[in-house]
């Protein structure tokens, strides 16, 4: 039977100021995307996340993000690959406390922002933070955003990767996503029917019309969006009625 995750972003909250609607998001999902402190979050709200993950037995993943919380780690930043390992080691590090205070474990890694452009962009980055990945835990997931990092990933035979696709977002027609300056509510009947392609066929429509191949094993979902949970709520209608079923990534691997 095929089968797909659902992830989200989520943790983005900090101090007084609150980002996304997790508490409504997480049963729907499979693995969250915690944010480590440094684009968003904070230790409250990482833990509070965590143990928000492991009541729904959600997937734990870190979503590290360059050291820049009032761009929201989205603005381009000057860092070697070294720096930018150590940026993954030491977010991945705070997460794996956490979820070892609460009896669960962490299952994946996915950058963030920038952070996830200047990893699509220079293989040498994208080598290093895979190579720390690995020596903090080899079982660690690698979930790639675009199928540059993918092809690195691929060069390490003990590093599990699997490959997201975007449905709340349009493709172009090079299978880069088109990132919109403000947010609208979606067609969840739209949303729901690019799962499916996906799920069962590796493709999805492009903005242009044509079609696309998107070999995703997982699904992201933005959790901030206007109508998140009505989207959530119709994917789980249409899975069900195609017989797909949801995993974790670390049952997918």
């Not at 965590?50 to 761009?71: F, R």
């Amino acid at each position: 039977m095929t089968a797909i995750d659902i992830n989200c972003d989520m943790g983005e909250s900090f101090g007084n100021w609150t980002m996304g609607r997790d508490d409504e998001v997480m049963p729907y999902i499979t693995s969250a995307n915690i944010a480590g402190g440094y684009h968003a979050g904070d230790p409250h709200v990482m833990r509070e996340t965590v143990e928000l993950a492991a009541e729904h037995d959600v997937g734990i993943g870190i979503h590290p993000g360059l050291p820049d919380k009032m761009g929201f780690g989205r603005r381009t930043m000057d860092a070697t690959p070294e720096e930018v390992r150590d940026y993954v080691v030491y977010q991945l590090g705070a997460l794996l406390a956490f979820a070892k205070r609460h009896g669960a474990s962490v299952q994946h890694v996915k950058p963030h922002g920038a952070m996830y452009s200047m990893l699509s962009e220079s293989a040498d980055h994208c080598r290093a933070v895979m190579e720390g990945i690995l020596e903090v835990d080899p079982d660690l997931v690698y979930l790639a955003t675009d199928m540059n990092i993918y092809e690195v990933a691929e060069e390490y035979d003990e590093l599990d990767a699997v490959f997201e696709g975007y449905v709340d977002l349009d493709y172009n027609p090079d299978r880069t996503l088109i990132v919109e300056k403000s947010v609208e509510p979606k067609d969840p009947e739209l949303v729901a029917d690019r799962v499916v392609s996906i799920a069962t066929r590796g493709e999805v429509e492009a903005v242009d019309g044509t079609t696309i191949d998107v070999p995703a094993s997982s699904i992201c979902i933005h959790g901030d969006g206007p109508n998140a949970v009505e989207l959530l709520e119709t994917i789980h209608e249409r899975l069900e009625a195609e017989e797909i079923e949801l995993a974790r990534l670390d049952e997918l691997v």
